[in-house]
């Protein structure tokens, strides 16, 4: 069974950076695709960023300009990279995975296209 962990998270100024990291336990990279997404207080849970199968990358309009997704397949970690951040930022932030196909070459940020999530990471902006 694959294991998502992430971490990163953290407080932070409005204006500073942080560098989210999920690793996948148990599976080979390639064999899913995975995506960040997010869940503020009070708020429904929104994709944020998601790398497809193809190389494409797909950013919630939020975070496009700020924010930025990679990955290490060798090390199986996931990373999002946040910049200039707002207190609109401040919310718990998971990585999820999926096996399905087109989901993986879409780059999909709608979160029931996937089956797997992590605990999260909590990040909170401060004004």
């Known amino acids: 069974q694959v294991q998502l962990v992430e971490s990163g998270g953290g407080s932070v100024q409005a204006g500073g950076s942080l560098r989210l990291s999920c690793t996948a336990f148990?599976?080979?990279?390639?064999?899913?695709?995975m995506a960040w997404f997010r869940r503020a207080p009070g708020k429904e849970r929104e994709g944020v960023a998601a790398?497809?199968?193809?190389?494409?990358?797909n950013y919630a309009e939020s975070v496009k300009g700020r924010f930025s997704i990679s990955q290490d397949k060798v090390k199986n970690v996931l990373y999002l990279q946040m910049d200039s951040l707002t207190t609109e930022d401040t919310a718990m932030y998971y990585c999820?995975?999926?096996?399905?196909?087109?989901?993986?070459?879409?780059?999909?940020?709608?979160?029931?296209?996937?089956?797997?999530w992590g605990q999260g990471t909590r990040v909170t902006v401060s004004s």
């Open positions: 999820a995975r999926s096996w399905n196909v087109a989901v993986c070459a879409s780059g999909s940020l709608e979160s029931v296209d996937y089956l797997g």
């Open positions: 148990g599976y080979a990279y390639n064999t899913f695709c």
């Open positions: 790398l497809s199968t193809a190389g494409t990358v």
